[in-house]
């Protein structure tokens, strides 16, 4: 393998660079003021407090254990969803996708909202358990540890079936077509092919839910009780409230350090390039290093299980004169995954009625009819001002985020060689690194230089969190270019910037556009950088529905919460048309 080529290099510098501003020289600082005096001294004094105090040992415990579950849940509950996506033609997964996506960009507050309508003392699980006989009284469904384990599932699947699906769509379904033909049964077809060159995928997402996991507050803290409180709430309790930025910084190194082993762990076994959607190709050497003879023989035992247990289905949905035979396995896969995604959409759209209650508290059912809570949104200048100053960043982050990311992404597509793993790992880290570990190194670089509550420091935070976005939709948009149009224009005269100009964008431009809606989405979703960079003034969209929960969980923030999935709903729609025009102008 060679190195970069040096024309990919310019194209990767203001990403790096950048990355390099606002992430690694924030967060080294922050964490350097964890073995430092007051004095200037090293010291160990915050990581003994730590070893000394049982509640922080528990917190932490408490913390890898919600993070391990949900992992473990979401990967198990995420794979029939993404299965069925990745193995349904171009059209069916356009729209199996939208179910996917619409929660995953869906805010978290709105989600936890509804959950609090669901699980209520007066919500409509309770409801209904109470009508058929069920219980006689509510059951204390909400604010323990069942809760914050719903709610971060619910909120951590639609990241684990896009990871999954962007590895699985590159499968070759021809090898298992080939394995059915030569008479291989669909259950060990699937266990002793499909399975394993899907494992990348599944390492994938179970990852960025695991690190995801350990740095998320926001269910935790509006589902859970005090015996539930995670280790990010105690870091923003210690910068928050007691300006204690040297414990801040050992809890935050000790959640990094974690984080990096296992990111590490997963890099030498599976590669990071599978989080980009990487399949066959670099991923393929992955299979032999876990599926030895033992991992062989299970997975053919799998297959045999599967095959018997399927045997008396199939032979019931056998083959009639007006309709062929189709595998028992498929008609199951179909249910489980229609309830799945009744579990992830459902919940937001429990808000839209809510918001139109005619009582002050979130309960169900809705009580009367009234437009109150819309009205007192546009009325109230704190909220108008929110929701304008979100658009605004958010407008801004795409753009700064699309000039940075895509050249990066050009940069790598077209030059990469040897060091492009890590080049790539490094444009992704604020995937991997806990956002609440970035939130807390931003501001404490902010207030050093007078920008907190400053617009720009909040596009500088929101833009950090939205380049991988962009550095992967571009990617793929690439993957599927044909550089044959830019070798045309090159042979009829035009140099690198006119056929770029003229040629490469002009075909790129619906992924391009797509790639600023997500970036736009991140922006105007995204709580945690604005919970510490806007310093109670200014708030954004998020941070105005945050400060409102906190005090009262009411019908405002269903009729907000409303108008949010009403707007990742018009920018999902918008990117599908925009990825529909662009395929029908290629072809």
Same mark, same amino acid.
């Given at each position: 393998?060679?190195?970069?080529?040096?024309?990919?290099?310019?194209?990767?510098?203001?990403?790096?660079?950048?990355?390099?501003?606002?992430?690694?020289?924030?967060?080294?600082?922050?964490?350097?003021?964890?073995?430092?005096?007051?004095?200037?001294?090293?010291?160990?004094?915050?990581?003994?407090?730590?070893?000394?105090?049982?509640?922080?040992?528990?917190?932490?415990?408490?913390?890898?254990?919600?993070?391990?579950?949900?992992?473990?849940?979401?990967?198990?509950?995420?794979?029939?969803?993404?299965?069925?996506?990745?193995?349904?033609?171009?059209?069916?997964?356009?729209?199996?996708?939208?179910?996917?996506?619409?929660?995953?960009?869906?805010?978290?507050?709105?989600?936890?909202?509804?959950?609090?309508?669901?699980?209520?003392?007066?919500?409509?699980?309770?409801?209904?358990?109470?009508?058929?006989?069920?219980?006689?009284?509510?059951?204390?469904?909400?604010?323990?540890?069942?809760?914050?384990?719903?709610?971060?599932?619910?909120?951590?699947?639609?990241?684990?079936?896009?990871?999954?699906?962007?590895?699985?769509?590159?499968?070759?379904?021809?090898?298992?077509?080939?394995?059915?033909?030569?008479?291989?049964?669909?259950?060990?077809?699937?266990?002793?092919?499909?399975?394993?060159?899907?494992?990348?995928?599944?390492?994938?997402?179970?990852?960025?839910?695991?690190?995801?996991?350990?740095?998320?507050?926001?269910?935790?803290?509006?589902?859970?009780?005090?015996?539930?409180?995670?280790?990010?709430?105690?870091?923003?309790?210690?910068?928050?409230?007691?300006?204690?930025?040297?414990?801040?910084?050992?809890?935050?190194?000790?959640?990094?350090?974690?984080?990096?082993?296992?990111?590490?762990?997963?890099?030498?076994?599976?590669?990071?390039?599978?989080?980009?959607? $990487? #399949?066959? @190709?670099?991923? =393929?050497?992955?299979? !032999? /290093?876990?599926? %030895?003879?033992?991992?062989?023989?299970?997975? *053919? +035992?799998?297959?045999?299980?599967?095959?018997?247990?399927?045997?008396?289905?199939? $032979? #019931?949905? @056998?083959?009639? =004169?007006?309709?062929? !035979? /189709?595998?028992? %396995?498929?008609?199951?896969?179909?249910?489980? *995954? +229609?309830?799945?995604?009744?579990?992830?959409?459902?919940?937001?759209?429990?808000?839209?009625?809510?918001?139109?209650?005619?009582?002050?508290?979130?309960?169900?059912?809705?009580?009367?009819?009234?437009?109150?809570?819309?009205?007192?949104?546009?009325?109230?200048?704190?909220?108008?001002?929110?929701?304008?100053?979100?658009?605004?960043?958010?407008?801004?982050?795409?753009?700064?985020?699309?000039?940075?990311?895509?050249?990066?992404?050009?940069?790598?597509?077209?030059?990469?060689?040897?060091?492009?793993?890590?080049?790539?790992?490094?444009?992704?880290?604020?995937?991997?690194?806990?956002?609440?570990?970035?939130?807390?190194?931003?501001?404490?670089?902010?207030?050093?230089?007078?920008?907190?509550?400053?617009?720009?420091?909040?596009?500088?935070?929101?833009?950090?969190?939205?380049?991988?976005?962009?550095?992967?939709?571009?990617?793929?948009?690439?993957?599927?270019?044909?550089?044959?149009?830019d070798a045309a224009a090159a042979s009829l005269g035009a140099n690198r910037l006119r056929t770029l100009w003229h040629v490469?964008?002009?075909?790129?431009?619906?992924?391009?556009?797509?790639?600023?809606?997500f970036a736009f989405i991140t922006s105007f979703d995204e709580l945690t950088i604005a919970l510490f960079t806007t310093g109670?003034?200014?708030?954004?969209?998020?941070?105005?529905?945050?400060d409102s929960a906190v005090l009262q969980v009411n019908p405002t923030l269903a009729a907000v919460s409303t108008l949010l999935?009403?707007?990742?709903?018009?920018?999902?729609?918008?990117?599908?048309?925009?990825?529909?025009?662009?395929?029908?102008?290629?072809?």
């Amino acid at each position: 393998m060679t190195a970069l080529r040096p024309r990919a290099w310019w194209l990767l510098i203001p990403a790096l660079a950048f990355l390099a501003a606002l992430m690694v020289w924030p967060v080294g600082q922050l964490l350097s003021q964890s073995v430092l005096a007051r004095d200037g001294a090293l010291t160990l004094a915050q990581y003994e407090r730590i070893a000394a105090t049982p509640v922080y040992l528990r917190i932490l415990g408490l913390t890898f254990r919600c993070a391990l579950w949900t992992t473990l849940l979401a990967v198990l509950f995420s794979y029939p969803v993404a299965y069925l996506i990745a193995t349904s033609n171009n059209d069916r997964r356009a729209r199996l996708m939208f179910w996917v996506l619409l929660p995953f960009w869906t805010s978290f507050l709105v989600r936890a909202f509804a959950w609090i309508v669901l699980l209520g003392r007066n919500g409509v699980i309770n409801q209904y358990l109470q009508a058929l006989g069920i219980t006689d009284e509510p059951a204390a469904l909400l604010f323990n540890f069942g809760a914050v384990m719903v709610g971060m599932l619910h909120a951590l699947m639609p990241l684990c079936v896009v990871t999954m699906v962007s590895v699985m769509e590159n499968i070759d379904g021809n090898l298992s077509r080939a394995a059915l033909t030569l008479g291989g049964r669909p259950g060990s077809t699937f266990w002793r092919i499909y399975f394993p060159l899907s494992m990348p995928g599944v390492a994938a997402g179970g990852l960025l839910v695991f690190i995801t996991a350990l740095g998320f507050f926001i269910i935790p803290a509006l589902l859970g009780s005090p015996r539930e409180i995670m280790l990010p709430q105690i870091i923003i309790q210690q910068v928050q409230e007691l300006l204690n930025w040297r414990f801040a910084g050992a809890l935050s190194l000790l959640l990094l350090v974690s984080v990096l082993l296992v990111f590490l762990l997963y890099d030498r076994v599976f590669g990071v390039s599978t989080l980009a959607g $990487a #399949a066959g @190709g670099e991923a =393929a050497p992955t299979r !032999a /290093r876990w599926t %030895g003879a033992a991992g062989r023989t299970v997975l *053919a +035992a799998l297959g045999r299980i599967t095959d018997a247990l399927a045997a008396p289905f199939e $032979a #019931a949905f @056998g083959a009639t =004169a007006t309709r062929p !035979a /189709r595998p028992f %396995g498929r008609w199951l896969l179909i249910a489980v *995954a +229609a309830l799945i995604f009744a579990f992830l959409a459902l919940p937001a759209f429990l808000m839209i009625p809510v918001s139109f209650t005619g009582s002050g508290m979130l309960d169900w059912p809705p009580r009367g009819f009234s437009l109150q809570w819309y009205e007192g949104l546009w009325e109230a200048p704190q909220w108008t001002a929110a929701t304008l100053r979100s658009f605004q960043v958010a407008f801004l982050t795409g753009l700064l985020a699309m000039l940075i990311g895509t050249p990066a992404a050009f940069g790598l597509m077209r030059g990469l060689r040897r060091g492009g793993s890590a080049v790539l790992a490094l444009l992704l880290a604020p995937l991997i690194i806990p956002r609440i570990i970035i939130a807390v190194a931003l501001f404490y670089l902010f207030a050093r230089l007078q920008m907190v509550g400053s617009t720009l420091g909040l596009v500088l935070g929101h833009t950090l969190l939205a380049i991988p976005y962009v550095v992967v939709t571009v990617m793929a948009v690439l993957k599927t270019y044909d550089i044959r149009y830019d070798a045309a224009a090159a042979s009829l005269g035009a140099n690198r910037l006119r056929t770029l100009w003229h040629v490469t964008l002009p075909l790129m431009k619906s992924g391009l556009a797509a790639a600023f809606l997500f970036a736009f989405i991140t922006s105007f979703d995204e709580l945690t950088i604005a919970l510490f960079t806007t310093g109670g003034l200014n708030a954004t969209l998020p941070k105005q529905m945050w400060d409102s929960a906190v005090l009262q969980v009411n019908p405002t923030l269903a009729a907000v919460s409303t108008l949010l999935l009403l707007l990742v709903t018009l920018v999902l729609l918008a990117a599908d048309w925009l990825r529909r025009r662009d395929r029908a102008v290629r072809t």
